[in-house]
């Protein structure tokens, strides 16, 4: 069975820090690409970051230069370092685990159940 487990997530005032953490269990952890998503209220669900099996990463515009994702294949374990934090941060924020299994095509997408994050003063 899949499971992916946030933790870290909690009230901190504009300008502050915070660590998320998504542990995962029941798959090949080192081969999936993974991301980091958030959805506020009324909003959609966007893409806040993303590390590909080999390291890569990308990240919205929004966080650039703020936000810092990563991944530790040896302990099933991604993080989503979060500096300079900003009310329009605020958000539910949810683990994403995703595999496209080469030789018929097949996506694996696996989902955490959210943690919250408010950056108010």
């Known amino acids: 069975q899949v499971q992916l487990v946030e933790s870290g997530g909690g009230l901190v005032q504009p300008g502050g820090s915070l660590r998320l953490s998504c542990a995962a269990s029941g798959i090949i952890f080192s081969a999936y690409t993974l991301a980091w998503y958030r959805q506020a209220p009324g909003k959609e669900r966007e893409l806040v970051a993303s590390?590909?099996?080999?390291?890569?990463?990308n990240y919205a515009d929004s966080v650039k230069g703020r936000f810092t994702i990563s991944r530790d294949n040896a302990n099933n374990t991604m993080y989503l370092e979060m500096n300079t934090l900003k009310p329009e941060d605020t958000a539910v924020y949810y683990c994403?685990?995703?595999?496209?299994?080469?030789?018929?095509?097949?996506?694996?997408?696996?989902w955490g159940q959210g943690t919250q994050v408010t950056a108010s003063s």
């Open positions: 590390i590909s099996s080999g390291g890569s990463t």
């Open positions: 994403n685990a995703n595999y496209r299994r080469s030789f018929d095509r097949r996506s694996f997408i696996y």
